[in-house]
């Protein structure tokens, strides 16, 4: 077994270190202030912040991106007006600086997933069981993204401007299909005969930004938007189908009554068009996004990258689901810095990998290659573009580890390590269910745990790997949580880890999503320490909305601001019976992202 704990006291070439001698460092996010204590309780209908910490209501679900459009109201909307507004729920997001120095920290361009949409939210007397198509195409206006303008001024508050360079991306938006499955039988539909157009991207979760600067966002749940799964002939398709939980008869959704595309009895391939990492280069907002399918297709919730030794670039990748996987993507060639028409090509050519924990400690990425190991025609492989369509059945014949649902995984370049957060397994260990193993070592993993790993010479190409548990979520006064050796009496405690980001000095910071079912607490994002006498000591600097979930942190260029997404706020009740009217905005509870800085 190679040794790969020796790094932690080791200083590493960090491109973030210009940052810290920069002259806003004093109002970097340290973790040096006291935690949220106690945790914002159950139910809370507002946010909360640490002291020293302001935050502030940045954007809005229904806010105008452009100039001459009527203000948001409930009983006013329709498609056109939504696909020029904030989508809804709002998911990760990524800073992009304008310019050069400390002004590019309070200038720049916000990039916002828009992860799901919910009509009992939306519309007063929605019926789920009859949507209007009215309420159907301004849900489908609400998905995917948003590209806004945002700026901080001389007061600190941050504010998005309305502007002809913002952008809306829906799942509607003409996007093209890239790489080894693109144009292959399985992605061809009456519309689009070439398998390389379609119309959107759905349930976009979390996602990554380049090293060539542009964002990468992960299609996550796209089953539940298609319907009659029992009509296609027996065979991998449907069965893979059915293990991504795409329904045998009518969605939940009942889109498909408006748009066949969406039944699969009608259009049988669609649904193989979704599960997709889409690239979008946000400083050309009439740029064609791409699904890129050299990174495989299952339920994508990140594509957080890190240069290779030799500059080529890596993308980890988990498939949120119970059971499901850990991917890393390697690109074949190195990033050249300045040169866009090599770079916009990169994420076409490269290894795809999918992890196997062993009990030592130790760990192999093994390659989705057509034609290698079990992954050939005598066992149903046709081809690369198949073995990338049904990455998840790739996974299973390889003999990938079975995870307590990866959400996201971030890179620390500082330290040359990489994080992965298992939100939850209420399964594991259960009747007909995978087993504990070191890597998921708990049963009934109702809160979830940290892995913390190291790829072989810290290289992000490599594909031997060796890993360790940083946390085991819950109760510290549970003897089965672990707060990686810290005193579990000095700990923020946290529940259902989900969303990652890691900042200049190394240190991980975690949004939560589902810590109310195990812990009498809204969902928090914690900051921790992962080197050093202090590592995993979280401490709490937010606490959510009732009902809602947090997500999407990002920093800003200069780090003296931390961008969150609250999703879902209220979620549970109606527009007619609201559980939440955050952010206090009148009528409806509205997901909105915040700006957090020291204040
Ligand atoms: Fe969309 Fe896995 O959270
Ligand atoms: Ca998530
Ligand atoms: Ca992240
Ligand atoms: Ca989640």
């Given amino acids: 077994m190679f040794q790969v704990w020796d790094g932690d006291r080791r200083g590493r070439r960090s491109r973030f270190r210009d940052r810290l001698r920069s002259p806003v460092a004093d109002e970097c996010l340290a973790l040096d202030f006291e935690p949220l204590d106690p945790p914002v309780p159950v139910p809370f209908d507002d946010v909360a912040i640490a002291d020293g910490f302001v935050s502030d209501v940045m954007?809005?679900?229904?806010?105008?991106?452009?100039?001459?459009?009527?203000?948001?109201?409930?009983?006013?909307?329709?498609?056109?007006?939504?696909?020029?507004?904030?989508?809804?729920?709002?998911?990760?997001?990524?800073y992009f600086p304008i310019g050069q120095g400390p002004a590019s920290g309070r200038n720049g361009m916000l990039w916002v997933n828009h992860e799901y949409t919910d009509g009992l939210m939306m519309f007063p007397g929605y019926d789920p069981a009859n949507p209007t198509r009215e309420q159907v195409d301004i849900e489908l206006a609400a998905h995917g993204g948003s590209l806004v303008r945002v700026v901080q001024g001389p007061a600190g508050n941050w504010n998005y401007l309305q502007s002809s360079g913002n952008r809306r991306v829906t799942a509607v938006t003409s996007i093209e299909i890239t790489g080894p499955a693109a144009g292959d039988p399985a992605l061809r539909t009456t519309r689009d005969p070439s398998g390389r157009r379609v119309l959107g991207t759905l349930n976009n979760c979390g996602g990554g930004v380049t090293g060539w600067g542009t964002l990468l966002t992960a299609e996550e749940n796209f089953d539940q938007y298609f319907a009659n799964n029992a009509a296609l002939p027996d065979g991998p398709q449907k069965t893979l189908n059915a293990r991504f939980g795409v329904p045998e008869g009518e969605s939940g959704r009942k889109w498909e009554r408006f748009h066949p595309r969406f039944d699969l009895s009608q259009e049988p391939n669609e649904a193989n068009r979704f599960g997709w990492v889409v690239e979008i280069d946000p400083y050309h907002p009439?740029?064609?996004?791409?699904?890129?399918?050299?990174?495989?297709?299952?339920?994508?919730?990140?594509?957080?990258?890190?240069?290779?030794?030799?500059?080529?670039?890596?993308?980890?990748?988990g498939d949120d689901a119970r059971f499901e996987f850990v991917y890393k993507f390697v690109t074949r060639d190195r990033v050249r810095p300045g040169d866009a028409r090599t770079n916009q090509n990169l994420l076409d050519h490269g290894t795809l990998y999918v992890a196997r924990f062993n009990d030592n400690g130790t760990g192999t990425w093994l390659p989705l290659v057509h034609g290698t190991g079990p992954l050939t025609q005598a066992?149903?492989?046709?081809?690369?573009?198949?073995?990338?369509?049904?990455?998840?059945?790739?996974?299973?014949?390889?003999?990938?580890?079975?995870?307590?649902?990866?959400?996201?995984?971030?890179?620390?370049?500082?330290?040359?390590?990489?994080?992965?957060?298992?939100?939850?397994?209420?399964?594991?260990?259960?009747?007909?269910?995978?087993?504990?193993?070191?890597?998921?070592?708990?049963?009934?993993?109702?809160?979830?745990?940290?892995?913390?790993?190291?790829?072989?010479?810290?290289?992000?190409?490599?594909?031997?790997?060796?890993?360790?548990?940083?946390?085991?979520?819950?109760?510290?006064?549970?003897?089965?949580?672990?707060?990686?050796?810290?005193?579990?009496?000095?700990?923020?405690?946290?529940?259902?880890?989900?969303?990652?980001?890691?900042?200049?000095?190394?240190?991980l910071w975690i949004a939560t999503d589902g810590a109310p079912r195990v812990l009498p607490m809204n969902d928090a994002v914690v900051g921790l320490p992962v080197v050093g006498p202090e590592r995993g000591r979280t401490r709490q600097l937010f606490g959510g909305v009732f009902g809602s979930e947090l997500t999407g942190i990002y920093f800003n260029s200069t780090e003296t601001t931390m961008f969150v997404s609250v999703q879902h706020p209220g979620e549970g009740g109606t527009i007619t019976q609201p559980t939440s009217r955050w952010p206090g905005s009148g009528e409806v509870a509205r997901s909105s992202v915040v700006a957090i800085r020291r204040g």
């Fill in 286 to 317: 009439n740029s064609v996004p791409r699904k890129r399918t050299a990174l495989g297709r299952l339920k994508h919730e990140a594509a957080a990258g890190t240069a290779t030794l030799d500059g080529r670039w890596a993308v980890y990748t």
């Fill in 379 to 507: 066992n149903g492989f046709a081809s690369q573009a198949d073995v990338l369509i049904r990455a998840r059945d790739a996974g299973t014949a390889l003999g990938a580890t079975a995870m307590d649902r990866p959400e996201d995984i971030e890179p620390n370049p500082v330290i040359g390590s990489v994080y992965i957060a298992l939100t939850n397994s209420d399964r594991r260990g259960t009747e007909g269910n995978p087993d504990v193993d070191p890597a998921n070592p708990r049963p009934v993993n109702v809160a979830g745990h940290v892995l913390e790993l190291v790829e072989a010479g810290r290289d992000a190409a490599a594909t031997a790997f060796g890993w360790r548990v940083l946390l085991l979520c819950g109760d510290p006064a549970d003897p089965s949580t672990y707060y990686g050796g810290f005193d579990k009496s000095q700990v923020s405690e946290i529940a259902a880890p989900d969303n990652l980001a890691v900042d200049s000095r190394g240190q």
């Fill in 59 to 94: 954007i809005r679900w229904g806010d105008n991106l452009f100039s001459g459009l009527p203000a948001f109201t409930v009983a006013g909307q329709t498609a056109q007006l939504q696909a020029q507004r904030f989508g809804f729920n709002s998911d990760w997001t990524a």
